[in-house]
């Protein structure tokens, strides 16, 4: 039986499928934060004021204004989610998970699967959303949709947002710096799934996930070693990647997160 008639099997009897996604499905997407692509020629103000010539690097930088910063980050949050388009590769997920229990587990912050018609609350932004927006302060006050202020910056008509509860500047809900809070509530949907399917037939499918996010790679991996029931698919690892205690419950693709699923909906 070859690996993938083996995944399809895994798939079409699991109970639940965890899906894993990094950096790597975020290039699937169209955001690539360590390219030097295109960067210099659409954000030549920023890379020549600060030399920066990439979107990490320049979410990286604390620019000398609010308002600058906002102006900024309102080019990227609407480029990148607000006129966001579902690639082929995030249809395809979606085909194979609309009959399944699911949940994702993403350390992408672009918007991507609630754009592309996911359930919100069955989605853990990991390392936070840039449609939402949190205190500067280093206190905890919440998040709040941040598309309206985008918008307006867009419109020439931007005003730093403030803090409706201390009325310090709002940034970006990322971690951007120490004062970065995961969504609470999120982390514990996601972790109430894992607790009430422990005992169930269960696949988690990594797409994209590499070191800018072992968060997401070694606690699942130990799950799947816990839960005899569960089994680990994975498109940018090899078989041989995969620790020795899963090797019979885990396939590594060595791949793409686009061939992956390209392969697993045919």
């Not at 980050?73 to 997920?93: G, K």
């Not at 078989?239 to 590594?252: C, H, V």
Request: contains cysteine; hydrophobic residues 35%.
């Amino acid at each position: 039986m070859t690996d993938l008639t083996k995944v399809k099997e895994w798939l079409k009897d699991a109970d639940a499928v965890i899906v894993t996604a990094g950096n790597g499905m975020a290039k699937e997407e169209g955001l690539d934060i360590l390219s030097e692509e295109n960067f210099d020629d659409e954000y030549g103000k920023v890379a020549d004021k600060y030399d920066v010539h990439t979107i990490g690097d320049a979410l990286d930088k604390k620019f000398d204004t609010w308002d600058e910063q906002w102006a900024f980050w309102s080019q990227l949050v609407n480029e990148y989610s607000l006129e966001y388009e579902p690639s082929e590769t995030m249809l395809a997920l979606k085909e194979l998970l609309k009959d399944k229990q699911y949940f994702i587990a993403t350390s992408t912050f672009g918007h991507f699967f609630e754009n592309a018609g996911f359930n919100e609350k069955r989605i853990f932004n990991a390392f936070g959303d840039w449609t939402r927006m949190q205190c500067s302060s280093g206190v905890n006050h919440g998040q709040k949709d941040d598309r309206e202020v985008v918008k307006k910056y867009l419109e020439g008509k931007g005003e730093v947002p403030k803090c409706e509860d201390c009325n310090s500047p709002m940034e970006l809900h990322m971690p951007l710096n120490a004062n970065f809070f995961p969504d609470t509530d999120a982390n514990t949907r996601f972790r109430w799934f894992l607790t009430g399917n422990e005992d169930k037939k269960v696949v988690v499918l990594e797409l994209g996930v590499d070191e800018t996010s072992p968060q997401l790679l070694d606690p699942m991996v130990k799950l799947v070693e816990q839960f005899p029931n569960w089994h680990y698919v994975a498109a940018d690892l090899a078989d041989n990647d995969l620790p020795d205690d899963i090797q019979k419950r885990s396939a590594g693709f060595a791949t793409d997160s686009h061939d992956m699923m390209m392969k697993l909906t045919k």
